[in-house]
């Protein structure tokens, strides 16, 4: 799943890769799941307006799902639905027993109360893992139904490099509630050592330079410099921004590769893991519906 880069000792984390094999597991899980319990999973993705990221977004997941045999479907919706409406739709999605999997692909248009749409998803459908009561779970330390799929996805690719977290001094750069917060308190379940930080930490480069582990998802280009990343660090980034007609993450990668043991690339790092993660609590989700969880 790794492979070398050349003139380097370090090694490049296949999040494309590794999330194949993952979804090839689904595919399998689901097949098995339809066969023995005539139940296909279930789920609902909910577009609000017409950003192209979102909507480029979506048909991944559309496209995903279909492969691993899971009922994915996207309901649209135009921008000028109100909040009352959207959160309507998704306590009706709530209460469809079909519906094993439920989430509202963000950002929602301006005006919108983003948390109170989210509040609304019921638990045992929350495979984004953004309901309070997940992430209530997960903060106190508890198991909670699911994670949010970027932050269990990039938790997937540093097991993978077989390192471990116990006592390792770990920096998350960017304090999200979708990725930032819920990556620290799973790198302290591991018992790794954290810091959180974001685009206004002073002496970013100083804290970052004492990573083994470091995660990069604060959303500015190339923010994370090569002489910022520790001799022997692993290094995963999660930006993707368009820069000059391509993709570019928070890390200058070139001189980051150059110091790092193991590092995700953008694209093709940490994005693929996203949706496997999320047909995998997709799949969780059907489980618990036909009992064998």
């Not at 459908?125 to 903060?139: F, R, T």
């Not at 116990?166 to 799973?186: D, H, Q, T």
């Not at 000059?244 to 928070?250: M, R, S, T």
Request: aromatic share 2%; proline share 5%; with cysteine.
């Amino acid at each position: 799943m790794d492979k070398d880069v050349d003139n380097n000792m370090v090694k490049i984390i296949d999040g494309k890769e590794e999330a194949a094999r993952i979804r090839e597991e689904i595919r399998i899980e689901t097949e098995e799941l339809k066969r023995e319990k005539r139940i296909a999973p279930g789920l609902r993705v909910i577009l609000v307006g017409d950003d192209p990221a979102s909507q480029a977004y979506v048909r991944n997941k559309e496209k995903a799902s279909a492969e691993a045999g899971i009922d994915g479907q996207t309901l649209r919706y135009p921008a000028s639905i109100t909040e009352n409406e959207l959160i309507s739709v998704v306590k009706k999605l709530n209460s469809d027993p079909v519906v094993d999997g439920l989430l509202v692909q963000l950002p929602l248009p301006k005006g919108m109360n983003t948390q109170k749409v989210l509040d609304a998803i019921s638990y045992e459908k929350d495979v984004d893992g953004l309901s309070p009561l997940n992430m209530g779970k997960l903060l106190r330390g508890e198991n909670p139904l699911f994670v949010a799929c970027t932050p269990k996805g990039i938790m997937h690719l540093i097991l993978s490099t077989g390192i471990e977290l116990k006592g390792k001094e770990a920096v998350v750069v960017g304090r999200s509630n979708i990725v930032g917060k819920p990556m620290a308190l799973l790198l302290l379940e591991k018992h790794a050592t954290v810091t959180i930080c974001h685009s206004r930490t002073k002496d970013l480069g100083e804290v970052c330079r004492r990573a083994d582990v470091l995660v990069a998802a604060v959303g500015f280009p190339e923010l994370i410099k090569g002489d910022m990343v520790k001799d022997g660090a692993i290094v995963i980034d999660v930006g993707t921004n368009r820069v000059d007609g391509k993709w570019v993450g928070d890390v200058e990668f070139e001189p980051a590769s150059k110091r790092a043991s193991f590092i995700t690339p953008v694209p093709g790092g940490v994005g693929p893991m996203t949706i496997a993660m999320l047909l995998e609590n997709t799949l969780i989700a059907a489980k618990r519906r036909a009992g064998i969880i």
